[in-house]
């Protein structure tokens, strides 16, 4: 539950999903999403949702079978219990959905393809589970462009699952689908890539509007097309975005292709050596 829960006030709710092997206690263990929230709450980047960890294992025959069982499971009697025992809204607007790994893939497969209920996509190094593009988009991606105010797809370039993500990204493209493909650089199927991720994904539903009342984009976040850190605008996060951050700090340029906002990485309105750290702990790991 988000600091100062209150039955007063609707949230918006976002579903966030664990990775084969794992629980509902995985990402608590290991990612710590709720810190994650807590600063970005207290630093007034993003306003208080609530955040939901179901377990994806639902019992099935076969792995399949239980993959399937859990899209039932959501959809049909934790998303109904969330909105009947929760203040919350109850609209896609106001309604997202992520994961990792098997999550990832248990994200597209049911984000996708169930856009009456989600608005908000957040895909990271998705596994071998995740549906062929042709069921993800049976439409060629009509209604993914029409509803999706988020879509984000990331991976690490050395992650052995890349040619999934990378699958997904390209299919997009052809099909003229807005998305951001966000690529850490040297990061593997782990968990600085994932948190990484959920940093990112979280801010940019909540400047399309997740947690806001008319959709609008708050004064000190980036529009929603924008990805932090994507300073020329190419969908990932790399050695050139960071090339071009020295650039600017040195005084040699005064701007980005993709604006000053995607390289205020603290979103406090001021662009400097402190921006250049968070954004090379991104690129680099360190």
């Avoid at 206690?25 to 007034?44: F, S, T, V």
């Avoid at 909105?83 to 607007?93: A, I, L, Q, R």
């Avoid at 959920?198 to 009342?213: E, P």
Wanted: overall charge negative.
């Amino acid at each position: 539950m988000p600091p100062g829960y209150t039955t007063s006030k609707k949230y918006s709710v976002m579903y966030l999903l664990h990775g084969i092997g794992g629980n509902e206690d995985e990402w608590y263990n290991n990612g710590a999403p709720h810190l994650i929230l807590d600063n970005l709450i207290a630093a007034g980047k993003i306003e208080p949702f609530i955040l939901v960890l179901p377990n994806g294992n639902a019992s099935g025959y076969g792995v399949a079978d239980g993959w399937e069982n859990f899209t039932r499971d959501l959809t049909e009697s934790l998303i109904p219990y969330i909105e009947n025992n929760y203040s919350v809204k109850t609209d896609s607007k106001h309604r997202a959905i992520a994961g990792l790994s098997m999550g990832g893939g248990q994200t597209l497969n049911i984000g996708l393809t169930h856009l009456d209920l989600f608005q908000y996509v957040g895909a990271f190094s998705s596994a071998p589970n995740t549906y062929p593009n042709n069921r993800l988009f049976p439409d060629n991606g009509a209604a993914a462009r029409n509803k999706l105010k988020t879509f984000f797809i990331s991976c690490g370039t050395n992650d052995y699952l890349l040619g999934i993500s990378e699958g997904v990204h390209n299919f997009c493209v052809s099909q003229g689908i807005p998305h951001t493909y966000w690529l850490v650089q040297g990061g593997g199927h782990d968990w600085n890539v994932w948190k990484q991720s959920f940093w990112n994904f979280v801010q940019m539903a909540c400047a399309a509007g997740f947690t806001d009342n008319d959709g609008s984009t708050g004064p000190n976040q980036p529009g929603p097309d924008v990805l932090l850190g994507d300073l020329n605008g190419d969908g990932r996060v790399d050695d050139n975005d960071l090339y071009m951050m020295m650039m600017y700090l040195f005084g040699w340029i005064n701007d980005f292709p993709n604006g000053l906002k995607a390289a205020d990485m603290n979103q406090d309105n001021v662009i400097n050596d402190l921006d250049f750290i968070i954004l090379r702990q991104i690129v680099w790991g360190w």
